[in-house]
């Protein structure tokens, strides 16, 4: 079932009907400001740091479950609605919501009376945009009350929802004029500001929230809009809001625009106030108003906010046998990519945007499927994680974005981390070329008097693997690697502690963590990874230290190889206790995902056909029509010496739930091993374009993807197996985005920059009489044009550039201007 349509020619998903099974949100601004929207106009904003500078309020996990947001109240003579259905929840005539690039409208019509609510952050402006158009579609005359409504949050999200004793006496407010100004914590410590405006006069107004909402009403009825008309409340302390009230007659066929606009302003201390010394000094802010408070200046930021998306999916575009591929490639997957770039796992629907800043492995991979958007940006946020990084190549594993600083709560030792930072970086230079980052000073720990270059980073984060080997010279596992859940030196057991940052007091003499645990992923992402260390080694004339690197991944590949490979898949791990974990000799958790795709792209144990093999216990064991599981049997006991994974029922996230990050590096791999049709079939599985149409079961968003999917255990602990089967959870903020990305583009389509060229090795399923692309690459635009006259998955028989035969399948970089790449697979 569907609950909307994609309209692509727009490049918008159009929801049809309110109640979708989860709230579809929609994320507003790519720059500081912020916005999260749904599909009836809830949500939040703040500026550049969801968890120290949240603007508005929003209450997670409530009943009903989308509770706050930015909404506008119609009282037509009685009848109260939202032009977005909620939180009035009145039976609206026509409801649509168009979720588009940066942008949400939100339209909606009862009675007569049509209102169409379009919400944007312009382009380099830390504001929200609402333009509000009310239309009279009726045959008599209508005047109604105009509410609108945002709830402030008093800046620290955490505190804002924890210290009442002290909050409910620090609010305060400033009205002038059409705008309300937040101003809680101005007078002293604060630099920053917040407002709500509307460009037209108003006939009240309320900031007090129990004045406008009353204490014992909901969002659902507040009091001044039954009453029709505002209290001009005045808040001091308890809970500041901002609303603005207009009464509002409509010939029929009349419209009236107003705009509103939800912004940010930041002072210099010496400018805070006007000379009395407590107003609001307001120069920064009128001058913002002024850029649109019109709706002529409304349509120019939304054209300039299209032109730049234009330009930003300009960058790849595809034209493939199948319309769900090039509306992921081409639009929604790009776009879910800017959007993890911009918030790692800092602010979803499910992160509350407290718990977590910027994670050091989460956002080195999310530059993948983002760097060639905007590299610059790209390169700024490399060398913002790389100053988290610490002298001995370990990482600080988030920082805050706000303070740029590492989160010394969570602390490091995770051992995949430093990984992903070669491989981050290695993307960098194979799209941009410049490998003058690698010169770039950057301080290690934060601090400058320790700062080193990029290389030295790198160097530091390769040798921090080769520097910590277990027992059988793999890598040990740590806290956890990329897998958060798989905690090996933890044995919790007393509730609360924290199994990513609890180690066992046992460990304490060999230094915090198990030197016994080994993680097998970490020695296949090792191997994966380090050939990307090696090419820039060589490519830097350091040709002692790429065939020193060059050994240390042949001996991990002969490691793996020796200790690590179970007969048909890799193990996963070696646990505190030296006993295997992912064999066929456990009884639960034989085979795990995680290792497997890397040891696949790296060929270890090619030559004994372990890619094939492994490829078909994944098909056999881990597979289901909703994409792969990542592990099996699911965990059914909790087995202290794992740690998290256990804990979770099976079938979910980490314990046999269907991890759509990691399915990726399955895609990737069998499409490297030229079973592009297995690697289509898998990347359907999960695509949101194909789970559209079971969108009741699969309940989140079908434009982006979500971080979990119910896997085939789901509810088999109390009998109702097969209920959440397919249900995806964690929408938006995941590392899938990226890594389907890549899995797309770069392994099917096969599109991939290299250091020396654009890699053309496409791995399609075998029935595409082939497919056509563009892609900007190094200042040129490549027509690239992809035949399959024999239909097969893979094998690059021959290729032109401009006309001319080029030997193998990297297309050199050729400079400016348009060039035709032919390719012919057989
Ligand atoms: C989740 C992981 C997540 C981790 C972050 C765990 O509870 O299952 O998916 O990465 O928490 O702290
Ligand atoms: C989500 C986390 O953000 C990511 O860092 C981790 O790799 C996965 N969960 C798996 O645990």
């Known amino acids: 079932m569907k609950f909307g349509y994609f309209d692509d020619s727009k490049r918008e998903y159009v929801i049809t009907s309110p109640r979708t099974p989860y709230p579809w949100i929609n994320y507003l601004g790519t720059q500081g400001f912020f916005s999260l929207i749904s599909n009836t106009a809830g949500g939040y904003c703040f500026y550049k740091d969801a968890r120290l500078r949240r603007i508005t309020r929003y209450r997670y996990n409530n009943v009903p479950i989308d509770m706050g947001g930015r909404y506008f109240y119609i009282n037509d003579n009685g009848c109260i609605w939202n032009p977005g259905w909620s939180p009035v929840k009145t039976e609206l005539d026509s409801y649509e919501c168009r979720h588009g690039m940066g942008y949400t409208v939100i339209t909606g019509s009862k009675n007569g009376l049509k209102a169409c609510a379009t919400f944007f952050v312009p382009q380099n402006y830390d504001g929200e945009v609402q333009q509000l158009v009310l239309t009279n579609e009726s045959s008599v005359a209508k005047t109604f009350s105009l509410f609108s409504f945002a709830e402030w949050c008093l800046w620290d999200a955490q505190d804002d929802c924890t210290n009442f004793q002290r909050n409910f006496s620090t609010g305060r407010v400033e009205i002038k004029d059409s705008t309300i100004y937040h101003k809680t914590e101005y007078r002293d410590r604060r630099n920053h500001f917040a407002f709500y405006t509307v460009n037209d006069t108003i006939d009240g107004y309320d900031t007090d929230r129990d004045s406008f909402i009353g204490l014992y009403n909901g969002f659902n009825d507040p009091q001044a809009v039954v009453a029709g008309k505002a209290n001009n409340s005045f808040a001091d302390g308890w809970s500041p809001i901002a609303s603005h009230y207009k009464r509002i007659t409509l010939a029929p066929g009349e419209s009236k625009t107003l705009v509103f606009i939800l912004g940010y302003v930041e002072m210099p201390a010496h400018k805070k106030f006007e000379a009395d010394g407590k107003t ?11 850029k649109y408070n019109t709706p002529e200046k409304v349509a120019a930021g939304l054209a300039e906010l299209k032109s730049a998306w234009d330009s930003l999916l300009g960058i790849l575009n595809v034209n493939t046998p199948d319309d769900k591929v090039d509306r992921m490639v081409n639009i929604w997957n790009q776009y879910q990519c800017m959007v993890t770039f911009n918030l790692s796992r800092s602010a979803s629907y499910f ?16 530059i993948l499927g983002f760097v060639h958007q905007i590299p610059d940006r790209a390169r700024e946020r490399l060398i913002d994680l790389a100053a988290t990084q610490l002298p001995d190549g370990g990482c600080y594993h988030q920082y805050q974005p706000l303070t740029k600083k590492g989160n010394s709560d969570i602390g490091g030792d995770f051992s995949d981390d430093p990984l992903w930072m070669i491989l981050s970086v290695a993307s960098y230079i194979k799209e941009t070329g410049d490998w003058s980052i ?4 950057v301080p290690y720990d934060n601090d400058e008097s320790k700062a080193k ?18 027992p059988h010279g793999l890598p040990l596992a740590m806290r956890a690697d990329w897998n958060d859940c798989i905690n090996l030196s933890c044995f919790s057991d007393t509730p609360g502690e924290s199994f990513q940052t609890y180690t066992n007091p046992k460990f304490k003499a060999e230094g915090g963590y198990s030197k016994v645990a080994e993680s097998v992923m970490v020695a296949t992402l090792f191997t994966y990874v380090g050939p990307n260390f090696v090419g820039i080694l060589e490519h830097k004339g350091l040709k002692d230290e790429a065939a020193k ?29 030296g006993e295997k974990m992912g ?12 290792p497997q795709g890397f040891a696949i792209m790296s060929d270890v144990g090619k030559d004994q056909g372990a890619d094939l093999r492994t490829l078909k216990a994944i098909d056999e064991r881990l597979n289901t029509k909703f994409g792969l599981v990542l592990n099996n049997p699911a965990f059914t006991k909790y087995y202290i010496q794992y740690g998290e994974i256990s804990t979770y029922p099976g079938g979910y996230k980490e314990n046999a739930g269907i991890f759509t990050h990691n399915n990726a590096w399955i895609i990737c791999a069998a499409a490297y091993a030229g079973q592009g ?8 599985e999960i695509a949101p374009a194909f789970t559209e149409e079971t969108s009741d079961i699969h309940k989140t968003e079908p434009y982006v993807y979500g971080q979990m999917i119910g896997g085939k255990d789901a509810g088999a602990d109390i009998g109702m197996q097969g209920d959440h089967f397919g249900q995806g959870k964690n929408s938006w903020l995941t590392g899938t985005a990226a890594w389907n990305m890549v899995a797309i583009s770069q392994y099917i389509l ?3 920059p290299d250091f020396d060229g654009l890699s053309v090795d496409p791995s399609i399923p075998s029935a595409w009489d082939g497919f056509k692309a563009t892609r900007k690459f190094r200042g040129g635009v490549y027509n690239i044009t992809i035949k399959n006259p024999s239909h097969v998955c893979k094998g690059v028989k021959s290729m032109t550039v401009d006309g001319k035969a080029v030997e193998g399948n990297v297309v050199p970089v050729m400079g400016a201007g348009e060039h035709e790449v032919e390719i012919v697979l057989g």
């Not at 307001?282 to 002024?290: G, N, V, W, Y």
């Not at 690698?438 to 000073?441: G, I, K």
């Not at 064999?583 to 995680?594: A, D, L, Y």
């Open 438 to 441: 690698l010169d770039e000073n």
């Open 453 to 470: 270059p990029m290389l030295d980073h790198l160097n530091a984060s390769f040798y921090h693997i080769v520097n910590n080997l277990g």
């Open 280 to 290: 609001i000094n307001k120069e920064k802010a009128l001058a913002m108003i002024d």
């Open 583 to 594: 064999s066929k000799e456990c009884e639960e958790g034989q085979i795990f995902i995680e």
């Open 549 to 577: 690197a060059q050994a240390e991944i042949d001996k991990m590949k002969a490691n793996i190889m020796a200790s690590a490979w179970d007969g048909d898949w890799f193990l996963r791990a070696y646990d505190a206790n």
């Open 750 to 752: 096969g599109i991939k």
């Open 351 to 366: 992160e509350s945007g407290i718990g977590r800043g910027m994670g050091f492995r989460d956002s080195n991979q999310d």
């Open 677 to 684: 049709d297995q690697a289509f079939k898998y990347y359907s």
